[in-house]
Every structure is written in C-alpha cells, then in structure tokens.
C-alpha cells in the first residue's frame, strides 16, 4: 500500500493506493495515522479512492484509526469509497460509525473549523 499526504486548509488528506491488508498495508496505515496525531494533525481525510482490496486486519486498522483520533478530540472521515469497499463497510455495519464523503470539496467543507 502507499500513501501520500496533502493539507488542505486545515485538513490533511491521506490519499491511499492499493491493498490494505494485513501486514504491511495496516502497518502503514497506522503509522501514518500516528504520525499526523503526533504532528498535532487531528482533522484527517482518507482518501480510499485508489484501495482495490481490505481484508478484515485493515477493517480493524480503519477503526483503531477512528478510534485514535478521536480519542485525541480529533475527526476522521472516509473519502471516496470504491464500490468493493463501500459494500463491504455496510456489510460489516460500519458505514453507519464512519463519516462518508463522495466529494472533496464536500469533506473538507463538513469538518468543524
């Protein structure tokens, strides 16, 4: 899995590409998460527009993710879900725990200021 990280305002959006699984994937993934609280950055984006799979270890990840930020007073939100992934967070339920944008503009515009 890569990552990269933008700022937009006072948002960062963490664009993810590939497989988050278990392993690497949810490794990288939480060391990115950590490394934004770390750095004070408590508004975060994902961006899994480019995801092609999650195995249930990177489910997990995503929600010890929400959970971390906030926990640090901070919002995590899910940016652009592929079909594959979006299907498998209603089946688990946790479409209803994440905050779900189709458009970034949109996201960014719904995070507190």
């Known amino acids: 899995m890569k990552t990269s990280t933008r700022k937009v305002e006072n948002v960062t959006i963490v664009d993810l590409s590939g497989r ?3 392993g690497e994937g949810s ?12 750095k ?4 975060i984006l994902l961006n899994l527009g480019e995801v092609t799979y999650i ?10 993710a929400f959970t971390t930020v906030r926990n ?5 939100k899910l940016l652009n879900l592929t079909k594959k992934v979006h299907d498998l967070l209603q089946i688990t339920k946790l479409y209803t725990v994440f905050d779900v944008k189709d458009d970034e503009a ?4 719904s995070f507190t200021k």
């Open 55 to 64: 195995d249930s270890s990177g489910i997990g990840e995503l929600v010890s």
């Open 72 to 76: 640090q007073g901070g919002e995590l």
């Open 40 to 43: 004070g950055d408590k508004k």
């Open 27 to 38: 490794v990288v993934l939480r060391d990115t998460i950590r490394d934004l609280i770390g």
């Open 20 to 22: 988050i699984t278990l």
């Open 106 to 109: 949109t996201a960014i515009q």
